[in-house]
């Protein structure tokens, strides 16, 4: 039986596939066996990239591309048709995170300039926008294709202080379940994942040691439980795996949709005082 697992044939663009995240997501699509063009604004970082994913069961290529930058995204999907002749695979990782470390940039609503408003969402928006657009026509030829949106718990929490990246990563969502809907007759999947906290090191792209997850005592009405305590954060490889996932056949049936990966993260209780832990009722049974 075929593995549903498998990408060998495909042809994935990663983007921001030298670090991080989406640094996961190659790899685990390489090791799937897909071809896979990775791009960022850093060349030497992209190259260092490249080296450390060659010699998986898939081919490896990295290009320089802004996403934000039309020119560069058409050049993109070219440099990806003329190196493996199709497209098949788009994961839309890149985003803002240079912009919300910065934090002068994005704030509370009515401390956003309207050029701070539109640089993250030039980050967060307009490149999935520029680069799913790209990728549709050459998709559209071949009849098949899949698409993955990388998002965040902000699109569905409310994160104080980040207004704009919480707008542009909600637009996110909703462009994927448009895309989802206008495309889905011609073969062509759109899907998102929605990201809860990752441990990365975004200054050197790599994956930082897992929390350990916190000692849960045998007092329930403990002040640690009244705080609610946010799920340890996870590894970069927990979304490349959702990843491939959504992009291989496995998931032939599935499009339009958010997967949250987040550890549990939107599903917190909103009043955890009142809420008795399972561990406390077995006690006393």
Known sequence: MTDPFRLDGEVAIVTGGSRGIGHAIARSLVGAGADVLICGRDADQGRIARDE??????????????????????????????????????????????????????????????????RVQDSALTSAYLTTRAALPPMMSAGRGSIVNITSIAAAL???????????????????????????????????????????????????????????????RSEDWRAATPPPAGDPDDVANAVRYLVAPASAYVTGITLPVDGGLGCRSLMPWQTPRPEAGAETT
């Open 53 to 118: 994913l060659s010699g998986a069961a898939g081919k490896v290529e990295f290009t320089r591309a802004d996403v934000t930058s039309e020119d560069d995204v058409t050049a993109l999907v070219d440099y990806c048709l003329d190196s493996f002749g199709r497209l098949s695979i788009l994961v839309n990782n890149a985003g803002p995170t240079d912009l919300l470390h910065s934090r002068d940039v994005d704030g509370p609503l009515g401390q956003i300039s309207p050029h701070n408003w539109h």
């Open 158 to 220: 409310a994160m104080p202080g980040f207004a704009a990246y919480t707008a542009g990563k909600a637009g996110v969502e909703a462009m994927t379940r448009a895309v989802a809907a206008e495309y889905g007759h011609l073969g062509i999947r759109c899907n998102a994942i929605r990201v809860g906290t990752i441990a990365v090191d975004h200054e050197r792209g790599r994956p930082r040691p897992k929390a350990a997850p916190p000692k849960i005592g045998k007092d329930y």
